[in-house]
Each structure stands twice: as C-alpha cells, then as structure tokens.
C-alpha cells in the first residue's frame, strides 16, 4: 500500500494525478483524488465520533489522543483491500492507525511551503473554519516531523511544479515514469507559487 498525503492545499491532487498517469491505481475517487467510500464511510464519521472536524479544520484530531480498536483496523483493510494508492489529507493526523493497519505501506509526504499553503487555504472556498491558517499548517508539520522519523517516507516539494520532485514519488511507488503524460497533468494556474 502506498499513501499520499500531506497539508490541505499542498500539492496532493495533482501528486495523484501524475501517479495515475504514470499507471497508478487509485479505485473509485472524487475530483480530489480521494476513495469517496473509506472517506464517507470511515474518515469523516471516525473524526466525527471522536469529537473533531471531519474537514480536519477545527478542531484538529489530537494524534496522540485518537484511539481505534480491532474492528477499525478491519474496517480499514476491507475497504481499502484491492487497492494500492490512497490519498488523503487528514492521513496526517490518522497516521498511526493507518500504519497499524498497513505496517508495510510507503508514504509519499507532499510538501509546499507553509506560506503558500496558507495563502491557498484563504483563497478556497470550503477552508472556512478559521483564520490561522499558518498555526494549522504548524500543526500539519509537527506531525510529518514524527511520521517522517517512524515511517518509510518519500517527500516531495511541489512549489516550483518541478517534475523531477514528481518523478520521486513516481520512482518511490515502483512506477514507470512517463515524462509527457506526467507534464499533462500540471496546470500552472491551478497551483500559484509564492510571491
């Protein structure tokens, strides 16, 4: 199982994009990339349970506090089973009960710089829930600090839409990498860099 995720706004939609064009797999998903079943019927309802916003906004799941049993581990693996990528932002916070589920799984960390994460999540529509977006993408990377220290991690910096970042996480996913149909994906207006 190969994971992507990083900071709302950082880059990860288009990440899978470049993946899937490349031959990855990703099974029945949104327009944001995302398994709409595992997101709908267990991410948003287990945060939901568990006191914290299913839009990981505000509040933020607390990593250390978020408990999961047998059964949820289960859940997981059976709605993931068949597949072998899963994007997903709020992975960032459900880390460790991902890798509890999937203790062999590589993870691909999208990064982009935190003003420019910010800036974006101001700009977008549905980032309503509060104004600190900076403090929110401290949050996000105190987070990755620890994941990138206990997992199997790949980063990758998507500011300057340089592909050769992208090629990273193609290679890391044991992927052909496909030079043209990874350059379709990129629409530079999409993605604004820092000024």
């Not at 899978?16 to 944001?32: D, K, M, T």
């Not at 709908?40 to 349970?49: A, I, M, T």
């Not at 916070?93 to 982009?112: G, H, N, T, Y």
């Not at 996913?173 to 604004?192: C, N, T």
């Amino acid at each position: 199982m190969i994971f992507i995720t990083g900071a709302a706004r950082s880059g990860t939609t288009l990440t899978c994009s470049i993946l899937s064009a490349c031959g990855a797999e990703f099974g029945q998903v949104n327009s944001l990339m995302e398994h709409t079943p595992f997101r709908e019927g267990f991410v948003k309802p287990l945060l939901e349970r568990a006191g914290y916003d299913p839009l990981c906004q505000y509040p933020l799941p607390d990593t250390y506090d978020l408990s999961w049993t047998d059964s949820d581990i289960d859940s997981i693996r059976l709605y993931l089973h068949g597949l072998n990528f899963y994007k997903g932002a709020k992975l960032i916070f459900l880390w460790k009960m991902m890798s509890a589920a999937f203790p062999d799984a590589k993870w691909i960390i999208v990064r982009r710089s935190k003003q420019a994460i910010a800036d974006s999540c101001r700009r977008t529509r549905f980032m309503r829930k509060r104004t600190d977006w900076e403090s929110w993408v401290d949050s996000h990377l105190e987070q990755i600090q620890v994941m990138k220290l206990t997992l199997n991690c790949q980063e990758i910096w998507t500011d300057d839409l340089d592909l050769s970042e992208f090629k990273k996480a193609v290679d890391f996913s044991g992927l052909q990498w496909d030079h043209e149909a990874a350059k379709r994906q990129i629409d530079p207006g999409k993605m604004r860099s820092p000024q």
